[in-house]
């Protein structure tokens, strides 16, 4: 089955960054479109980032776009969420989701796999 470990969450100023990663494992991982959501405490999980399973789209949420980037590496099964200029608003836990699929997909429950979360704190 497919196994999601996310790694690289922690405690940043505002104004600082931090690189997620999700290591996938248990089925291939070219064959699958990768995403990021997060869940701030008393919020729904939102969207924040999706990429196809070649990495030759993706897309951003609007809250983040020009801040965070997400890329994938197929040798080495991993989907990374890079964050710039980080802000308390982004406070959440950080979840990695995997879906059967060549596209990207903005749907939580377009994703049938899901890690454990990572949390992202910003201190003001």
């Known amino acids: 089955q497919v196994q999601l470990v996310e790694s690289g969450g922690g405690l940043v100023q505002a104004g600082g960054s931090l690189r997620l990663s999700c290591e996938f494992s248990?089925?291939?991982?070219?064959?699958?479109?990768m995403a990021w959501f997060r869940q701030a405490p008393g919020k729904e999980r939102e969207f924040v980032a999706a990429i196809s399973w070649s990495g030759d789209t993706s897309s951003t949420a609007d809250s983040v776009k020009a801040r965070f980037t997400i890329s994938r590496d197929n040798a080495e099964n991993t989907v990374y969420l890079q964050m710039n200029s980080l802000k308390p608003e982004d406070t959440a836990v950080y979840y990695c989701a995997a879906t059967y699929g060549s596209g990207w997909y903005a749907g939580a429950n377009e994703y049938g796999y899901w890690g454990q979360g990572t949390q992202v704190t910003v201190s003001s």
């Open positions: 248990g089925r291939t991982f070219s064959n699958f479109a």
